[in-house]
């Protein structure tokens, strides 16, 4: 969702972004409500397999409309994407995973592969932190913990 909503703002003109909008909350909403009961008149009265018939032509024109009017924007300096911060915080986001999936079956710190996943974790956060830290286009802005909004739950 958020990242249809920005290409809604960076495609769109200001005085176009409402109307765009207006069309992708209508998706939004219609597309859940009458989903379940096309697909079950399908099941129902055809087989299940063919719900998933029904996805390919919507994904075809969404490809086409995809190609036709999205237009990729000029990238500067600041639209580099950072790949070191982005790999650590991967690593550290899968490590975490793998902890908790795996811990209880293999006794949590008794595993050499715990063990290891914590290791993988505690590097890939450290060079996480130092990389934000220090890289000019971090990828994940420090002035966002600033807002006590993103930090905060309400």
């Avoid at 249809?4 to 859940?32: C, D, H, L, N």
């Avoid at 018939?53 to 580099?80: E, N, T, Y």
């Avoid at 002035?143 to 993103?150: G, V």
């Amino acid at each position: 969702m958020p990242v249809s909503q920005a290409m809604i703002v960076a495609t769109y003109p200001p005085e176009k972004r409402a109307f765009a909008q207006a069309v992708f909350g209508m998706a939004v909403v219609i597309g859940p409500a009458i989903a379940p009961a096309i697909g079950g008149y399908v099941a129902e009265e055809y087989n299940w397999r063919w719900v998933f018939l029904l996805v390919l032509p919507l994904c075809f024109i969404s490809f086409i409309a995809v190609f036709a009017f999205i237009r990729d924007l000029p990238r500067g300096p600041s639209m580099q994407f950072d790949w070191t911060g982005f790999t650590a915080i991967s690593l550290l986001i899968i490590a975490a995973q793998l902890i908790m999936d795996r811990g209880q079956r293999l006794d949590w710190f008794e595993s050499y592969e715990i063990l290891a996943y914590v290791a993988l974790m505690a590097l890939s956060g450290w060079v996480f932190v130092i990389h934000t830290a220090t890289y000019p286009h971090p990828f994940i802005k420090p002035q966002l913990f600033k807002d006590r909004n993103f930090v905060l739950e309400k």
